[in-house]
């Protein structure tokens, strides 16, 4: 089986723009969640898909979306880039609930913003 | 409100070594979930176990082992004759299911060095 898959690997961004990243699950895994990851804040979460609708959300502004189509790959956009947005962006997939079962993760889109 | 203390933030130990990683939680429900996740230098967070708050009895996978303890609100891991390989980032992670906000927390992590 495949394993969690996240595009690009690597991203270098300018303050004030936008950035899409993308994350294809498992297959069969209907739950992606999205976390960052810094070395201040440790590994936070973003969001939580699940069939395409968002089942749960953290403590992010409202500059952090994301949406999931229904091949269940998911997409993370981040609007007006801060300089504090510079992280490890990784994917998560699991078979239906974040809670209940194991995560599978990906090895993560690290954006650099200056 | 959930709550995941991973004490240790560093640990060095040398090569065969065992090596116990410590983690404390708080929650109010009664059915929860525990995780331990390893990443490794590339980054990619790797499954280790899961636990539900109704199962404590003590788990061992090979040089792994978990000791889950209600009582101290603790699910601590043990590397048993540690190996280089096993130096990486490990994380302990809380879920509680039943919780209208149900999402995973997960603690600072204890990176962990295996001196050769």
């Known amino acids: 089986k495949a394993g969690v898959t996240q595009t690009p690997r690597y991203l270098i961004k300018t303050r004030g723009q936008q950035v899409t990243l993308s994350c294809s699950p498992i297959?069969?895994?209907?739950?992606v969640s999205w976390y960052q990851q810094t070395p201040g804040q440790g590994l936070q979460f973003l969001f939580e898909?699940?069939?395409?609708?968002?089942?749960n959300k953290g403590n992010f502004p409202g500059r952090f979306s994301g949406r999931q189509f229904s091949n269940s790959r998911s997409e993370m956009n981040v609007s007006t880039l801060e300089l504090g947005d510079s992280a490890l962006y990784l994917c998560?997939?699991?078979?239906?609930?974040?809670?209940?079962?194991?995560?599978?993760f990906g090895p993560g889109t690290r954006l650099t913003v200056t | 409100a959930q709550k995941v203390t991973q004490a240790q933030t560093e640990i060095s130990v040398v090569e065969k070594e065992d090596v116990t990683l410590d983690c404390v939680y708080e929650?109010?429900?009664?059915?929860?979930?525990l995780f331990w996740y390893k990443q490794p230098p590339s980054g990619e967070l790797v499954f280790l176990i899961r636990?539900?708050?109704?199962?404590?009895q003590n788990e061992i996978s090979g040089r792994y082992s978990w000791n889950f303890q209600k009582s101290t609100s603790s699910f601590n891991f043990t590397i048993t004759a540690s190996q280089v390989v096993d130096s990486a980032v490990y994380f302990c992670?809380?879920?509680?299911?039943?919780?209208?906000?149900?999402?995973?927390?997960f603690g600072k992590g204890t990176r962990l060095h295996i001196l050769p």
């Open positions: 992670a809380l879920s509680e299911p039943e919780n209208r906000d149900d999402k995973i927390i």
């Open positions: 998560a997939s699991s078979l239906a609930g974040t809670g209940l079962y194991e995560q599978y």
């Open positions: 898909y699940f069939s395409e609708t968002q089942r």
């Open positions: 929650t109010r429900d009664t059915t929860y979930y």
């Open positions: 297959s069969g895994h209907r739950s």
């Open positions: 636990r539900n708050s109704f199962d404590e």
